[in-house]
């Protein structure tokens, strides 16, 4: 008995240093960052070893305060209040959606959704030209407007797909038995079925917080002044072509960057891993 | 039915909060005036702008000015044409050796001079730069010039003779050929300049000092042959077969020219090519001591100019042209703001700026550098139109000879058509 | 009786529609009504500042033959063959990686749920402008391979990677299976799904491990591996920001890491020439469209997609 037990734990411990040690392989360059982050800028490059013979949080401190005129304090505000909203609205409207094409009935259902299908094939670049003329007629330019909106209107067809999968997933009776009990439409997708389809919605939640934050050529096309500059933005505004980059600010406000995302997704991986597989996806 | 008028209040109530959101940061406060300057840059340039701009709020309470910094000249450019496409550029547009391109766009400041602008007391050269076809459509920042700087403390170092600051060509490759003599492996005596991201200023340059001009916008002409750039093509080339600028893979790697990925700054190369306003930049970024030497060939030939750095130009459809005249008044002729500014635009065109000094030790070379060096130039030649692309294609024709793909001939041959077809664009 | 039973149909119909109603919208003014916007431009010469000019199929042209004015624009067919020499390489190198790692990060150890977020994080770097400096550090002359590589194997004469025409490409593909996050997790929430029950009853038959893996996990997996591939595909195609900042903007050396997507920012935002660059975009279109089209047909018989109930 305690033999297999201790062959076990052999085996249990061999694939954790196996982990490890490829982890630390691929982590490698993020380490990097993070040591380089804490060197003062001028052995950032001369020092090639990750530990920094000369630890200081200048680069912190400078970086924070940004370009001067607005720190990054203002950055991470933009980037959160973009990104929460943009997740949010993704979860109603895609799960509406969604709702609507796994349970309702209507006619031409099928060739509206094949059109939903087709849309996660478009290249953005098709749209994007247009959309910047639509939107600065409107005169939503220099806004988080353009960034946003196009949420509430559903248009990631990838996360509509997603939820159409999960709810397939959830037994109809529940619905029928509902619906015998004098439930709305509505109310059948807000009080039976949303409830059930929590891990999606987490998912849902997720990707979308981490993909608005990291869409670069949106912010940089709508944002035009500093105060509006999300951070990745911001980032880039460490980096000039014709005088001195900040490279210690710039690592230590890319590490800082990546610690939100890394919480969000720490803290919430047992639902999407379960959101996902829940969907079905293998048919 | 009422399921229905849920789902669609509810998609109404969150457009308007979102609406709400965004736009209520944009209500301005009555009573100032706020300009918009749309400019480049990053780190010192940024910091030293700032303090202007506080300045002169400071003067002027009920006037706000808002920076819109871009990281690069690129950037800048991508921004401020989507937005002038929109109908909302910003007040102050930095431009420029592309003015021409925005001539359309911009006020003609001939009428403020003597009202919200003084024009007297900026260099004639520097209003002549900044005027189409009568019309004064930017004024200077300043005056640059194109340089080579190398690290003197390196040639200190590995007992090599200090650079004339004027030689010839022959001259120039001996001095390479003797630094070489004495350089470690790996650093190499001058940077690769064909294949620096604004590679077209050395070939300017070039074809200056070879007699052919690149552009004149007077009969839309090019005076260069596939010839003249092949002979170009053949120096850089036997410099490299030489070991006098580095081969073209390693030579790839230090392309940007800016402070980091400056080959000279990274210890890996004694000469490289700037803009003289750039040294304090240069200068902040090494420990090593920096300077300038002239291109070769410009005192037999004058090949040198000295064209404006940038250039203020104000937004034709502007709501506050009058405030925004006066603050480029303030930032051009103000000698407080001009010690503040140093050379970092361009070496003042104004006298009064000029008299006021700078809050920058480097600026000194700047100025020795000019004294040596203005007189060795000549007009500028007008820009060749596309300016970015001739950029970009210029440098791709370069490399290609560099990496051994096709000959200089056929390089020359490539380069010519190229003029001729942005020429016609 | 049949009056308002098809009063009630309508009724109906109108009530589920109002659920589709945001997608609706969304799809005609942020997408249909765009993309013909933009394919009108795509036979314009459009330089953003002056309203476009009807030149026919000219764009067209000069991409693939040229006219009699313009030659034939060799870049374009580069940043063709640049992309798909990218997506055919990082793609699949990608999907393995993500399946390996997946299948560990299946196991059951204690400290898994942070191993996972770590496995996660080079994904979370996205595109940052950090990345540019930290390839550099890795790919460059004197970088970091080349210590290794010199020190470790006592290798000589090492290429500057990252700055070297036949190299650059892969040090993209490089950062593109790297960051390896995404089809990642839907393979593990796949490989969950899978009952455990097979396992067990295989191994009771005698199968060792990889007999397993080829008889129950493939097969199991194959309709996220084809998802996954598709998805992978589609967005390697449009794969813009990292090219982006590892070269500077420039698609060097010599256009060896010039994307599609960054050639077609370049010509609509560098050189102003916006129609030429909504009439990439629709060419991007169609091959997308076209690979996903014989993706599926390929695949026939493995996936039960489907919009009907």
């Not at chain 3, 204690?110 to 940052?128: D, E």
């Not at chain 3, 020190?151 to 000589?156: A, I, K, P, T």
């Not at chain 3, 595909?233 to 900042?245: K, L, V």
Request: hydrophobic residues 45%; aromatic residues 14%; contains cysteine.
């Amino acid at each position: 008995m305690s033999k297999r037990k201790t062959t076990q734990r052999i085996n249990s411990l061999i694939l954790n240093l196996f982990i490890i040690a490829l982890g630390v392989g691929m982590l490698y360059p993020i380490l990097w960052l993070i040591g380089a982050s804490f060197k003062p800028s001028n052995q950032i490059f001369t020092q090639a070893s990750i530990f920094p013979k000369t630890f200081t949080l200048d680069n912190y401190v400078a970086g924070w305060k940004g370009i001067g005129i607005v720190g990054f304090g203002t950055f991470f505000k933009n980037s959160f209040v973009i990104c929460i909203i943009s997740a949010f609205a993704n979860a109603i409207f895609c799960s509406i959606t969604a709702y609507a094409f796994a349970r309702l009935q209507f006619k031409g259902k099928n060739i509206w959704f094949a059109i939903m299908m087709l849309t996660l094939m478009l290249p953005s670049h098709v749209t994007t030209i247009p959309r910047y003329i639509m939107f600065r007629r409107v005169g939503w330019i220099n806004t988080f407007l353009p960034i946003v909106v196009p949420k509430f209107f559903a248009t990631d067809a990838f996360f509509i797909f997603l939820l159409v999968q999960f709810i397939r997933g959830l037994p109809k009776d529940i619905d029928e038995s509902a619906i015998i009990d004098g439930c709305s439409k509505f109310g059948v997708y807000s009080r039976i079925l949303m409830p059930l389809t929590v891990p999606a919605l987490i998912t849902t939640l997720l990707f979308s917080f981490l993909w608005t934050w990291d869409d670069f050529f949106n912010q940089l096309l709508y944002l035009t002044s500093p105060h509006k500059y999300t951070v990745p933005m911001g980032l880039r505004l460490f980096l000039d072509s014709s005088g001195i980059s900040f490279w210690g600010p710039m690592f230590a406000m890319s590490v800082l960057s990546l610690i939100p995302a890394f919480i969000l997704f720490f803290s919430l991986q047992k639902y999407f891993v379960r959101g996902i597989a829940t969907t079905g996806i293998k048919g | 039915m009422k399921n229905t008028l849920l789902v669609l209040l509810l998609a109404i109530l969150s457009v308007s909060f979102v609406f709400g959101a965004g736009t209520k940061e944009d209500a301005a406060a009555s009573g100032t005036t706020t300009i918009r300057w749309a400019y480049w840059g990053s780190g010192q340039r940024v910091e030293i702008s700032q303090k202007a701009i506080d300045l002169y709020q400071s003067r002027h309470p009920n006037i706000k000015v808002n920076p819109e910094v871009s990281g690069g000249a690129g950037d800048h450019f991508v921004k401020v044409d989507t937005q002038l496409a929109g109908g909302d550029g910003p007040d102050i547009i930095q431009v420029g050796g592309n003015i021409p391109d925005y001539a359309d766009v911009l006020l003609d400041i001939f009428p403020f001079d003597g009202k919200a602008i003084n024009l007297s007391v900026i260099d004639p050269s520097a209003i002549d730069s900044g005027t189409i076809a009568g019309r004064l459509v930017g004024i200077s920042t300043g005056v640059n010039m194109p340089a080579l700087v190398y690290n003197k403390s390196m040639v200190e170092r590995i007992g090599a003779p200090l650079p004339k600051i004027t030689m010839n060509y022959d001259e120039f490759k001996d001095y390479l050929r003797v630094l070489k003599s004495k350089l470690p492996a790996g650093v190499y005596p001058m940077q690769d300049i064909g294949v620096l991201s604004s590679n077209s200023t050395p070939f300017g340059y070039w074809t200056r000092y070879n007699g052919t001009p690149l552009y004149d916008a007077s009969d839309k002409s090019t005076a260069v042959r596939p010839q003249d750039a092949q002979r170009y093509l053949e120096l850089f080339d036997g410099y490299r077969k030489e070991g006098l600028i580095p081969p073209a893979d390693i030579a790839a790697g230090y392309a940007e020219n800016n402070a980091d990925t400056s080959m000279v700054i990274a210890g890996k190369a004694v000469i490289g090519f700037i803009w003289t306003n750039q040294l304090s930049g240069y200068q902040a970024a090494t420990t090593d001591e920096l300077d300038f030497i002239e291109m070769p060939g410009a005192a037999e030939t004058n090949a040198l100019w000295q064209p404006p750095s940038q250039f203020y130009a104000v937004n034709k459809d502007s709501k506050n042209i009058e405030e925004t005249v006066k603050f480029i008044d303030f930032l051009v002729n103000d000698p407080e703001a001009a010690f503040i500014l140093g050379s970092d635009r361009g070496t003042p065109a104004s006298s009064t700026a000029r008299s006021a000094g700078s809050a920058f030790a480097a600026d000194q070379k700047v100025i020795n550098y000019m004294n040596v060096a203005g007189p060795h130039s000549s007009a500028e030649t007008d820009h060749v139109p596309n300016d970015t692309e001739f950029n970009s294609t210029l440098y791709l024709i370069y490399q290609r000879v560099a990496f051994g793909q096709i000959t200089p001939a056929q390089g020359g041959q490539q380069i010519y058509e190229l003029l001729l077809r942005l020429i016609g664009k | 009786m049949k009056n308002l039973r098809r009063k009630r149909v309508l009724l109906d119909n109108l009530s589920s529609y109002a659920f589709l109603a945001p997608w609706l919208i969304g799809f005609f003014l942020l997408t249909l009504y765009p993309m013909f916007y933009s394919l009108y431009l795509s036979f314009t010469k459009f330089n953003i500042r002056t309203p476009p000019q009807w030149i026919g199929w000219s764009n067209y042209l000069v991409m693939f033959k040229g006219t009699e004015t313009l030659p034939r624009d060799d870049r374009f067919v580069n940043s063709m063959m640049v992309t798909f020499k990218y997506v055919f390489t990082s793609v699949p190198l990608k999907l393995v990686f993500a399946l390996i790692v997946a299948m560990l990060m299946n196991k059951k150890l204690k400290l898994i749920p942070l191993y996972r977020a770590l496995y996660y994080i080079p994904t979370l770097l996205g595109g940052s402008v950090a990345i540019a400096v930290l390839w550099r550090r890795l790919f460059a002359a004197d970088g970091l391979l080349n210590m290794i590589l010199n020190s470790v194997f006592g290798l000589e004469n090492l290429p500057a990677w990252i700055s070297n025409p036949q190299y650059a490409l892969s040090t993209l593909v490089v950062l593109g299976v790297w960051q390896f996050g995404s089809p990642m997790i839907i393979f593990l929430a796949g490989l969950q799904q899978i009952p455990r029950e097979y396992y067990e009853a295989s191994s009771v038959d005698g199968a060792g491990p990889i007999r397993q893996f080829f008889a129950i996990t493939l097969p199991s997996l194959s309709p996220i591996i084809f998802f996954n591939f598709v998805m992978q595909m589609i967005s390697a195609f449009q794969s813009f920001t990292q090219a982006f900042i590892v070269s500077g903007g420039s698609g060097g050396p010599l256009d060896s890491t010039m994307f599609y997507s960054l050639y077609l920012y370049i010509k609509g935002f560098g050189f102003s020439e916006m129609g030429y660059a909504a009439a990439m975009a629709w060419i991007l279109l169609i091959i997308i469209a076209s690979l996903t089209a014989i993706s599926f047909r390929a695949s026939g018989t493995l996936v039960s997609y489907g919009s009907g109930e």
